[in-house]
């Protein structure tokens, strides 16, 4: 009797709780039918729109293209401070793109000016090799000087031109994609002479030239350089993840009778931590610039280290210390706040000396602030970036560039 009575409920229930797993299903699809009729395309904004734009169409490639005449926006070694630079000239490759040639010219709102010619064997031995031979002259009228030192006032800026001309043989060698090596030759003419910012004194007004070595003189002077470069960055021109790491070893001969023989050494080394999705980065540099000259030799002030600028100490000028020894530290936290605009908390610190050993970071200079940074994946082509933390005052610095 029990028997018959379950079955017979059994009976009933299946029934039932099969039309209501029936009805629940209708009900789910039906809400999710309507989800999708509600939905609607998504729609950038303004100025998303407008990079999108730049990034599809590249306008850029129009008036700049790999071959034949271009324009640009600066030019090839454009100084800190030269102010706003247009470029231009004609470029092709050459034999059947094993070889390119050229030829370029450069001029600033402020006088600045250059002329190049640069010849390249690029792909050597399935681009293993290449060779290269360049010449070229540049006039930097409105450069800057603040005495020798890091006790250097800021009252005492003066203003100095640097011009010559540059010839160059090169060698390197790139056994795989993120690392090269190779070595140049060259000899250059270095002429020093009064400053044509109107704002400040001519060099030779305020210094002597055993504050300025080499003050207002030509010198010849051969070259030696030897550089290697590892580069594993996702974007050389707005890195998110990856680590640079440059140096160069150059050895200036004095041709003259003058006493400017020494050696230089550049390192730079560079470090991107990408967290979540590479919209947050933890970015690091490092470099270090020191000058060495023999008993009896000096090393030219407009050839000593530099600290102070938009890419090394942003609560002072650019140019603002100059020593012959001098370490940079740069860390900065960096943040998507929509597309096309990352912004950034930094610090810098740096320390100078007229020798290496007596480099101290118990003793430094400081910089803080706060970046904007206008970009594209690939590049970053506006930074607007304000400094505090130095004697003088708030910094901001406008530039077309990254800031490492």
Avoid at 103 to 122: K, P, Q, T
Avoid at 140 to 151: I, K, R, T, V
Wanted: aromatic letters at 14%; one cysteine or more.
């Amino acid at each position: 009797m029990r028997r018959l009575v379950l079955g017979t409920v059994v009976c009933l229930t299946l029934p039932v709780n099969a039309a209501a797993q029936e009805t629940r299903t209708d009900v789910l699809t039906q809400q999710r039918a309507q989800k999708a009729a509600e939905l609607q395309e998504y729609v950038p904004k303004r100025i998303e729109k407008a990079l999108l734009w730049y990034e599809d169409t590249d306008p850029l490639t129009r008036i700049s293209p790999h071959n034949g005449f271009f324009l640009q926006y600066g030019y090839r070694g454009k100084p800190v401070g030269s102010g706003i630079a247009f470029g231009g000239g004609w470029r092709h490759d050459l034999f059947d793109r094993n070889a390119r040639l050229v030829i370029e010219a450069g001029n600033s709102i402020r006088g600045y000016r250059m002329v190049l010619a640069d010849f390249a064997l690029s792909r050597l031995f399935d681009d293993l090799f290449e060779l290269g031979v360049q010449t070229s002259y540049r006039r930097n009228p409105q450069e800057d000087f603040y005495g020798p030192g890091e006790s250097s006032q800021r009252g005492a800026r003066v203003s100095y031109r640097l011009s010559g001309p540059d010839v160059q043989g090169r060698a390197m060698v790139t056994p795989v994609e993120w690392f090269n090596a190779g070595v140049r030759l060259g000899r250059a003419n270095v002429s020093i002479g009064p400053g044509t910012d109107a704002r400040f004194p001519s060099l030779e007004e305020r210094f002597d030239a055993v504050a300025a070595p080499g003050l207002l003189r030509d010198t010849d002077y051969s070259y030696t350089d030897l550089f290697a470069t590892l580069d594993t960055r996702d974007q050389p021109g707005n890195a998110r993840d990856g680590v640079y790491a440059g140096f160069l070893w150059r050895r200036y001969n004095d041709l003259g009778p003058g006493r400017f023989d020494f050696d230089s050494v550049e390192i730079d080394v560079q470090h991107f931590l990408p967290v979540y999705d590479k919209k947050r980065v933890f970015a690091a540099r490092f470099r270090l610039m020191t000058t060495t000259a023999g008993a009896g030799d000096l090393v030219p002030f407009y050839f000593q280290p530099t600290v102070g600028g938009s890419d090394s100490l942003r609560s002072v000028g650019d140019f603002r210390y100059r020593d012959r020894n001098a370490a940079v530290v740069n860390f900065e936290y960096r943040w998507e706040a929509f597309s096309g605009l990352d912004m950034a908390l930094f610090s810098d610190f740096a320390t100078l000396s007229p020798e290496l050993s007596g480099l101290e970071f118990a003793d430094i200079k400081g910089a803080y602030g706060i970046g904007f940074r206008f970009n594209t994946y690939k590049a970053v082509f506006l930074r607007l970036d304000i400094a505090g933390g130095g004697s003088d005052g708030i910094h901001t610095f406008l530039k077309f560039s990254k800031a490492f």
